[in-house]
């Protein structure tokens, strides 16, 4: 099926973020494995499972299309430390919630609810799921203190 050039497009782009994202989830998860903090590596690993997921959704669609996928990763900088990596994460989810928030516009602009419905689905987990728990974290850093939080993720 011959798919509305614009949402190829941006799909296209949607596609390169979310590997993006299954990458950097894939880096943090290991180095918080690396660093003992199992907890944080079960939940992260979780994200990057999800993020693959994601990705395939897209990469499925743009084939349906009659696209071209491009299955480079958007470039990203991991995180040095706990905090900062919980930070960049977030940082990356609050992007992809605007990112998928426009890709539907466009899909309803082009009349095609089919690859709507699968940016909504997306944007839930986004919203939901992501960025509710990486905001929960930061967030009982600052009420525990960054060495309480960390030995409650041993």
């Known amino acids: 099926m011959q798919g509305n050039p614009e949402v190829i497009d941006y799909f296209t782009k949607l596609l390169r973020g979310e590997l993006a994202a299954r990458d950097q989830y894939f880096i943090h998860s ?11 590596y079960d939940r992260i690993n979780h994200e990057m499972e999800e993020e693959t997921q994601h990705a395939d959704a897209l990469l499925e669609r743009i084939l349906f299309l009659d696209g071209k996928p491009d299955m480079r990763p958007s470039e990203f900088t991991p995180g040095v430390d706990v905090p900062d990596m919980l930070r960049k994460d977030l940082a990356l989810e609050y992007e992809v919630r605007a990112a998928l928030r426009k890709g539907v516009d466009i899909c309803e602009r082009a009349g095609d609810y089919v690859s709507r419905d ?21 967030g009982l850093i600052e009420k525990m203190g960054l060495e309480n939080y960390l ?3 041993v």
């Open 30 to 40: 290991r180095t918080y494995a690396h660093l003992g903090f199992t907890k944080l």
């Open 151 to 153: 030995q409650s993720q």
């Open 118 to 138: 699968v940016l909504v689905a997306q944007l839930k987990d986004t919203e939901e799921d992501h960025a509710y728990w990486l905001e929960k974290q930061l």
